[in-house]
C-alpha cells in the first residue's frame, strides 16, 4: 500500500523511473518525464485513481528520447516521428533505448483482496519470484520482507524478493542484506518527516503535492545510493 492506503499496481511509479534515468541523465526531472507525457513522446498507463504506471518498454522510449536530445540535438517532434515511424526509429539512435539492466520485469496485475488491496498470497509471492519457501523465510527472518498484518504480501515483495535471489547467486545471502534494510528504513523516515504533515491535512492538493514530493525524494535517495556505491567500487575495480 502506498502512505495515502491507495492499492498498488503493476508497473513502475514515475519516481522510481527517475531513478533509473537519473544515474544517465542528471539533469532529468519528474517535471522533465511529465512534459515528454504531454508532448507525446510517451503515454504510461493509469491506475483508476489517475496515477502513472510506467512499463520496460516506457522507460526504454524515455532513454531513447533523453539520449537523442543530448547526443543528437533533435527536436522532439523530429524524435516522436523517428520513434513512431514503421520499423522503428534508426538503429544508431535505437541502440539508446536498451532494457534497463537490473529492472525487475513487469509482473501481471496481482488480486485483490475483499477490500479492494492489490495482495500477494505466500505461494503467489513464492511463485512470482520463482524462489523457495526457505528463501522466503531468510528474507523475512532479516527484514528484507515484512508481510501486512493479514499475512499478504504488497507487490513489490515479488521484485526484492527476485533481487535478493540474484545477489544469493554470487554468495551475498540474507544475513548480509541488513544493513540495506536499516538504511532503508532511515530513508524512509528522512522522506516521512518532509511528506507526513502534508498527508495529514484535508486538502487533495496537498496530498497530491505530497505524492510527487515522496516520489522525487525517493528516487534522489536511489541515485545518491547508486552513486555512493559506484564511486566506493572504483577502489575495488580502479575503473
Keep these: 500500500m502506498t502512505a495515502a492506503g491507495r492499492p498498488e499496481r503493476a508497473g513502475l511509479s514515475i519516481g522510481a523511473v527517475l531513478a533509473h534515468l537519473r544515474p544517465e541523465f542528471p539533469d532529468v526531472t519528474i517535471s522533465k518525464i511529465r512534459f515528454l507525457e504531454a508532448e507525446g513522446l510517451v503515454s504510461p498507463d493509469r491506475t483508476p485513481s489517475g496515477y502513472r504506471r510506467f512499463t520496460e518498454a516506457d522507460v526504454a522510449r524515455l532513454r531513447f528520447v533523453l539520449a537523442a536530445q543530448r547526443d543528437h540535438y533533435l527536436p522532439l517532434k523530429v524524435i516522436k516521428e523517428q520513434l513512431d515511424r514503421p520499423g522503428g526509429p534508426p ?8 532494457p534497463l539492466r537490473g529492472l525487475p ?13 492489490v495482495a500477494l498470497s505466500r505461494a503467489d ?20 520482507l515484512r508481510a501486512r498484518p493479514d499475512g499478504a504480501f504488497d507487490p513489490d515483495a515479488v521484485a526484492v524478493a527476485r533481487t535478493a535471489a540474484g545477489l544469493a547467486e554470487y554468495g551475498i545471502e540474507a544475513r548480509h542484506l541488513r544493513a540495506f534494510r536499516a538504511a532503508a528504513d532511515r530513508e524512509v523516515g528522512l522522506v516521512e518527516q518532509v511528506v507526513a504533515p502534508l498527508y495529514r491535512q484535508r486538502d487533495p492538493a496537498a496530498r497530491a503535492r505530497a505524492d510527487e514530493i515522496a516520489d522525487d525524494l525517493a528516487a534522489l535517495a536511489l541515485t545518491l545510493h547508486s552513486l555512493l556505491v559506484r564511486a566506493g567500487l572504483r577502489g575495488v575495480t580502479g575503473r
Excluded: M
Excluded at 91 to 98: D, F
Excluded at 105 to 117: H, I, K, S, Y
Design 105 to 117: 520485469p513487469v509482473p501481471a496485475e496481482p488480486p485483490a483482496d475483499p477490500d479492494g488491496r
Design 125 to 144: 509471492l513464492l511463485d512470482r519470484a520463482g524462489i523457495g519457501a526457505d528463501t522466503l523465510l531468510d528474507l523475512e527472518q532479516y527484514g528484507l
Design 91 to 98: 538503429r544508431e539512435v535505437a541502440a539508446v533505448a536498451r
